[in-house]
């Protein structure tokens, strides 16, 4: 097909689409309506289950299954960065040079690491209280010890970040979310329901299962996300060698 | 504990293994990660198998976490065990114990430092499978999806040295994401209009509005992604591209059991979302789907035909097959139902074992281009040769083969409903059987004219890179015994009586609407058929026949193909020119139009949704 044919077979298509997709949207529930049948339920079984933050709750309790299953396409992700990105034969690693920076920009990562660091934490262990949880803190403790990247050099980065140690936690705590779904079963209960003690309302230890699937979580997003950014950026800045490109010719 | 308690198992049991890999895999010898991971795939296969006896008993549901419905509604997400969806992933764990066997001595080094990343990768993706065949939950059934989706892009790309396998995984990657969105937009339509997740409460929802624009759009979209995982044309053209270049025990699992949850996942959403009143009519669904299904499995033949990269080859007529899965399936009754699943369990031994013989190739002469290796393999022929030929007759439906009687039964049933359409069946078995037995007495037996080459633009398969670079060393055992072993078994599930019947009653529930939703606890309680309920016929002397002639038809391709250059003679010569004139003039397009480029892809992708959305506009 020519350039020109596939755009417009492309624009045609997508313009049907569009349209199809816009008329459906006018079939919707009107705009600020009363009626959430499930928004109403979710939040009922939250305070049944002493969680202040409902999102945690449909995260890490009603849903957990959902959960379950993401953290797992991150961990298939980190695994398939290590797959694809592994150093082959003709590549060799290299240590990048230092690099210099201004000493406010490397006084501003100095400061503010901790600081990003301790919210991130605040963020993952308050989870089942108020808004955030694992995903969000564990993004940003991961980002948090970026700054070692952006506010010095690659090498200070490198010395901060135990990779080897965080693959194997990132598994771990993987393994961790499947295992303390066995606790129900294992009390007689169904797989991952939330068979801890409840607490009271609005504590850091209420919700039962929930601030510790959320810990485990934070620990598996962190880590998870610091591997996968540390095999893109080993390979962007620490690997030489060209891969030998083909022509792929058609079928 | 009872069934309903041990069915998320089936999901928990896999990933608890892939973290266990990626954790302790580089402290293990590589020979003790080959023993642990056949031992966990073993377990899954026994508790699949005891789910599977539990579930022929009678559908059940589990709901994960325990958030059971009060009055009919939960917030929860539930898993159904019926014989179908639990029998799906039972074949999913077989397969997986098939790839994890034949992958002992596969792969030549591991990645270093990370000796468990395949193991774990693995059993990534038999976990999203096996969570995919057993949710009742549409959004989970998505996050499944994606789950078994990023992990095969992963494993496709798996040899890195070589450019073509990150290539064909980027396709797919970016081909099934897309399509992936738009299933995500179309469960975004059906949870607004019902504030439901549930597949049967939004089925049970879905009757308090008439079928309007919202409901078909939210349904082609979520067919979708589905239908692409499925290769349905014009979904399909990813596939060749991935399957030609995934690592063999991969595209075992891919070619014998992905592909085909993608058609189970499009039957699924229909029987249980959108069957009843306010979905959409089933008139439409049997005309659209058949009608796509001869399409996929005529063009997926022609295909093909024409290749000789093997791995290539063994694509199209994956294609090929689903194409009639697809036909079987959207037949929308309990027949079509049953016969198809015979049907994938049948061809998922014979493809597995032809994907594994040809990964035997691979290992020894470094190519898989049925030119280059012309009579190449002849000390192969006793072993690998009888095998392969023995596939492509399975393939091409010679009874007793599984792969035979589902085909026989699907014909069946879809010569119920249109009477021409067991000659697409006899036709597309023949052409994609033929094309393997000509590989087979080319590569292992030289038979026939030497094959000139042809000057056409086409992927060859003669430069690959070798999977295991160990050079003169015999063929390791187990890459000959799992494509035996999945012989034998396609062999068997077409003579085991009792398979029949059980599966007869597996698409009985299937497409039994009422005994769903009883069983996901949105409907009253069913008296679910008794096991002795009216079975499938098994083996007719009308099956037995089409199925010889498919596989007569396929032998006399095999040898036109082969000997038709070496007949002299003026007649001859001028079947020849036609022949060439035919194949420049339909097949050169058609070939063009598998590009393997990006953008193409995602053209047709668009082009496929917004005819299904005109198309089932027009029917509704």
Same mark, same amino acid.
Request: net charge neutral; aromatic share 8%; hydrophobic share 50%.
């Given at each position: 097909m020519s350039r020109s044919a596939r755009v417009r077979l492309f624009l045609g298509a997508a313009a049907?689409?569009?349209?199809?997709?816009?008329?459906?949207?006018?079939?919707?529930?009107?705009?600020?309506?009363?009626?959430?049948?499930?928004?109403?339920?979710?939040?009922?079984?939250?305070?049944?289950?002493?969680?202040?933050?409902?999102?945690?709750?449909?995260?890490?309790?009603?849903?957990?299954?959902?959960?379950?299953?993401?953290?797992?396409?991150?961990?298939?992700?980190?695994?398939?960065?290590?797959?694809?990105?592994?150093?082959?034969?003709?590549?060799?690693?290299?240590?990048?040079?230092?690099?210099?920076?201004?000493?406010?920009?490397r006084l501003f990562g100095t400061l503010l690491l901790p600081v990003a660091l301790l919210t991130g934490v605040y963020i993952v262990a308050h989870g089942q209280l108020s808004p955030g949880g694992g995903f969000q803190g564990g993004v940003v403790l991961a980002s948090a010890l970026h700054l070692a990247y952006v506010a010095a050099d690659y090498r200070s980065l490198k010395e901060i970040r135990p990779r080897e140690l965080l693959d194997g936690v990132d598994a771990v705590a993987a393994g961790a979310f499947t295992t303390l779904g066995l606790a129900g079963l294992i009390t007689g209960a169904a797989y991952l329901q939330n068979v801890l003690p409840l607490g009271t309302f609005n504590t850091l230890s209420s919700g039962g299962l929930v601030p510790v699937i959320n810990a485990a979580v934070g620990v598996e997003v962190a880590s998870g996300v610091i591997v996968l950014l540390a095999h893109f950026l080993d390979q962007a800045l620490a690997t030489r060698g060209e891969r030998t490109t083909t022509e792929r010719g058609s079928s | 504990m009872t069934a309903?308690?041990?069915?998320?198992?089936?999901?928990?049991?896999?990933?608890?293994?892939?973290?266990?890999?990626?954790?302790?895999?580089?402290?293990?010898?590589?020979?003790?990660?080959?023993?642990?991971?056949?031992?966990?795939?073993?377990?899954?296969?026994?508790?699949?198998?005891?789910?599977?006896?539990?579930?022929?008993?009678?559908?059940?549901?589990?709901?994960?976490?325990?958030?059971?419905?009060?009055?009919?509604?939960?917030?929860?997400?539930?898993?159904?065990?019926?014989?179908?969806?639990?029998?799906?992933?039972?074949?999913?764990?077989?397969?997986?114990?098939?790839?994890?066997?034949?992958?002992?001595?596969?792969?030549?080094?591991?990645?270093?430092?990370?000796?468990?990343?395949f193991p774990a990768l693995v059993l990534l993706f038999e976990a999203g499978m096996c969570g995919f065949a057993l949710t009742g939950d549409l959004f989970n059934a998505f996050v499944f999806f994606e789950l078994m989706g990023a992990v095969a892009y992963a494993l496709t790309g798996y040899r890195v040295e070589d450019p073509r396998p990150l290539q064909g995984a980027l396709t797919f990657g970016v081909v099934n994401s897309l399509a992936a969105y738009c299933s995500l937009m179309g469960i975004a339509l059906l949870y607004a209009r019902t504030g439901e997740l549930g597949m049967a409460q939004i089925g049970r929802h879905l009757a308090a509005h008439r079928t309007d624009t919202l409901t078909v759009t939210a349904f082609v979209l979520v067919l979708t992604g589905l239908l692409t995982k499925a290769a349905m044309v014009p979904f399909h053209l990813w596939l060749p591209d991935a399957h030609a270049v995934a690592p063999t025990p991969v595209c075992m699992l891919l070619s014998g059991v992905m592909v085909e949850l993608g058609v189970y996942g499009a039957a699924r959403v229909y029987w249980t979302v959108f069957a009843g009143p306010g979905g959409i009519p089933a008139?439409?669904?049997?005309?659209?789907?058949?009608?796509?299904?001869?399409?996929?499995?005529?063009?997926?033949?022609?295909?093909?035909?024409?290749?000789?990269?093997?791995?290539?080859?063994?694509?199209?007529?994956?294609?090929?097959?689903?194409?009639?899965?697809? !036909?079987? @399936?959207?037949?929308?009754?309990?027949?079509?139902?049953?016969? +198809? /699943?015979?049907? *994938?369990?049948?061809? #998922? &031994? =014979?493809?597995?074992?032809?994907?594994?013989?040809?990964?035997?190739?691979?290992?020894?002469?470094?190519?898989?281009?049925?030119?280059?290796?012309?009579?190449?393999?002849?000390?192969?022929?006793?072993?690998?040769?009888?095998?392969?030929?023995?596939?492509?007759?399975?393939?091409?439906?010679?009874?007793?083969?599984?792969?035979?009687?589902?085909?026989?039964?699907?014909?069946?049933?879809?010569?119920?409903?249109?009477?021409?359409?067991?000659?697409?069946? !006899?036709? @597309?078995?023949?052409?994609?059987?033929?094309?393997?037995?000509? +590989? /087979?007495?080319? *590569?292992?037996?030289? #038979? &026939? =004219?030497?094959?000139?080459?042809?000057?056409?633009?086409?992927?060859?398969?003669?430069?690959?890179?070798?999977?295991?670079?160990?050079?003169?060393?015999?063929?390791?055992?187990?890459?000959?015994?799992?494509?035996?072993?999945?012989?034998?078994?396609?062999?068997?599930?077409?003579?085991?009586?009792?398979?029949?019947?059980?599966?007869?009653?597996?698409?009985?529930?299937?497409?039994?609407?009422?005994?769903?939703?009883?069983?996901?606890?949105?409907?009253?309680?069913?008296?679910?058929?008794?096991?002795?309920?009216?079975?499938?016929?098994?083996?007719?002397?009308?099956?037995?026949?089409? &199925?010889?002639?498919?596989?007569?038809?396929?032998?006399?391709?095999?040898a036109t193909a082969l000997w038709g250059p070496l007949l002299g003679g003026r007649g001859a010569r001028r079947l020849r020119d036609l022949a060439a004139t035919g194949s420049h003039r339909l097949v050169l397009p058609l070939r063009r139009l598998h590009s393997g480029r990006l953008g193409d892809n995602v053209a047709w992708l668009a082009t496929g949704v917004g005819v299904l959305l005109v198309v089932f506009t027009a029917l509704r």
């Open positions: 049907a689409i569009a349209v199809f997709y816009v008329l459906a949207c006018t079939g919707l529930p009107h705009f600020g309506t009363a009626a959430h049948p499930y928004g109403d339920r979710a939040v009922a079984a939250t305070l049944r289950q002493h969680t202040a933050n409902t999102v945690s709750s449909i995260n890490f309790d009603q849903r957990a299954f959902d959960t379950l299953g993401e953290e797992s396409i991150l961990l298939g992700s980190v695994l398939g960065a290590t797959a694809l990105l592994r150093r082959t034969d003709d590549e060799q690693e290299f240590t990048p040079g230092q690099v210099r920076v201004l000493p406010s920009t | 309903p308690d041990l069915l998320p198992l089936a999901v928990a049991v896999p990933l608890l293994g892939a973290a266990l890999f990626a954790a302790v895999g580089r402290l293990l010898p590589r020979r003790a990660c080959d023993v642990l991971v056949t031992v966990w795939a073993l377990a899954d296969v026994v508790l699949l198998a005891a789910l599977w006896r539990a579930a022929n008993r009678g559908p059940f549901a589990s709901w994960v976490g325990g958030w059971r419905p009060r009055n009919g509604e939960s917030v929860g997400i539930v898993l159904v065990g019926d014989p179908l969806g639990v029998g799906l992933a039972l074949l999913v764990s077989l397969l997986v114990l098939a790839a994890v066997v034949y992958a002992w001595r596969y792969f030549a080094e591991p990645p270093t430092r990370s000796p468990g990343t008139g439409a669904v049997r005309g659209v789907l058949v009608a796509a299904g001869v399409l996929t499995a005529l063009l997926g033949a022609l295909m093909c035909w024409q290749q000789r990269h093997i791995k290539r080859m063994l694509a199209f007529s994956t294609i090929s097959h689903v194409g009639l899965f697809l !036909v079987g @399936t959207a037949l929308l009754d309990a027949h079509g139902a049953a016969a +198809t /699943a015979l049907y *994938v369990l049948g061809h #998922a &031994g =014979a493809k597995a074992a032809l994907f594994g013989l040809t990964g035997v190739l691979l290992d020894q002469y470094g190519s898989v281009d049925e030119h280059g290796l012309y009579g190449r393999a002849r000390e192969l022929r006793w072993s690998a040769g009888v095998m392969f030929a023995l596939g492509g007759l399975a393939v091409a439906g010679l009874p007793p083969f599984g792969a035979g009687l589902g085909k026989a039964l699907s014909e069946h049933a879809a010569g119920d409903f249109l009477g021409w359409l067991p000659a697409v069946f !006899v036709v @597309t078995s023949a052409v994609t059987g033929g094309a393997v037995l000509r +590989t /087979a007495a080319r *590569v292992f037996a030289g #038979a &026939g =004219a030497v094959p000139h080459d042809s000057h056409q633009a086409e992927t060859r398969g003669d430069d690959e890179e070798p999977e295991v670079r160990d050079p003169g060393r015999p063929v390791p055992r187990p890459m000959l015994a799992v494509p035996a072993a999945l012989l034998a078994a396609c062999l068997a599930s077409g003579v085991l009586p009792g398979l029949t019947a059980g599966l007869a009653r597996a698409g009985t529930l299937f497409t039994s609407r009422a005994d769903y939703f009883a069983a996901a606890g949105q409907g009253p309680p069913t008296a679910f058929p008794p096991l002795s309920a009216p079975s499938l016929a098994g083996w007719t002397g009308e099956g037995a026949l089409l &199925g010889l002639v498919s596989t007569l038809v396929a032998l006399a391709l095999a």
